[in-house]
C-alpha cells in the first residue's frame, strides 16, 4: 500500500506461538477497530472471519507472527506473516477439506480443513506465499464501498 493510497489506520498484533488461550481475541480488537473507523458492516463481519482463522492458523501451525491491520479510503487490509515451518503446498493447503491439524486440535473442534477456503470466499482477494523454514505470508483485501 503506497502512500497515495490514503492510509487512514494501520496496527500491528503480535501473536506469540501456540498461543491458544488468547487466539481469537485479535479478531475481536479488528473488529472494534474498524466498528470505530465507521468500516461497512458487511466488511466487518467477514475481515472478523478472516481474521480469526489466520489467527488460529498462526496460533496453531507456526512459531508465532504477527497481523498487521490497514484501513485506507478503498479498502481494508489483513497482512498475516509468521517465523514458519511455512506451508510445503499452497495449493493443497487451499484445498477445501485438507488438514493437518494433530489430535488435540481436532479435539477442540478445529481441523475441518476449512480456514482458508472460508478465508478467500470471505474476503475480496487473497494472497498467500509460503517459503520452507521462511514462513508464510497472507494478505487479505476488502474493497470498500463496493456494496
Ligand atoms: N500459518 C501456517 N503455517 C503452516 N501451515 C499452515 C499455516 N496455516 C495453515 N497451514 C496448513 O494448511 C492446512 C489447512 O489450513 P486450514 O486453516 O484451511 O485448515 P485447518 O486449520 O487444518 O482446519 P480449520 O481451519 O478448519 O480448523 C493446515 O492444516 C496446515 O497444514
Ligand atoms: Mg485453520
Known amino acids: 500500500m503506497s502512500a497515495r493510497d490514503s492510509l487512514l489506520h494501520r ?8 498461543n491458544l488461550e ?41 512459531q508465532g507472527g504477527r497481523i498487521i491491520l490497514l484501513v485506507a479510503d478503498d479498502r481494508v487490509e489483513l497482512l ?12 493443497l493447503a487451499r484445498t ?11 479435539e477442540m473442534g478445529f481441523g475441518a480443513g476449512m480456514g482458508i477456503p472460508n478465508m478467500e470466499r470471505q474476503s475480496d482477494r487473497l494472497e498467500i506465499r509460503s517459503r520452507l523454514d521462511g514462513g508464510t505470508v497472507i494478505r487479505a483485501v476488502f474493497k470498500r464501498g463496493a456494496e
Open 96 to 106: 477445501p477439506g485438507y488438514s493437518t491439524a494433530p489430535d488435540w486440535a481436532r
Open 80 to 91: 498475516f506473516s509468521d517465523r514458519g515451518p511455512g506451508i510445503p503446498d499452497i495449493e
Open 22 to 62: 488468547e487466539a481469537g481475541s485479535v479478531s475481536g480488537d479488528v473488529r472494534r477497530e474498524l466498528t470505530a473507523m465507521g468500516v461497512e458492516q458487511d466488511i466487518i463481519r467477514r475481515a472478523g472471519v478472516v481474521c480469526f482463522e489466520g489467527e488460529m492458523n498462526i496460533a496453531m501451525y507456526s
Open 11 to 18: 496496527r500491528v498484533f503480535v501473536l506469540p506461538a501456540g
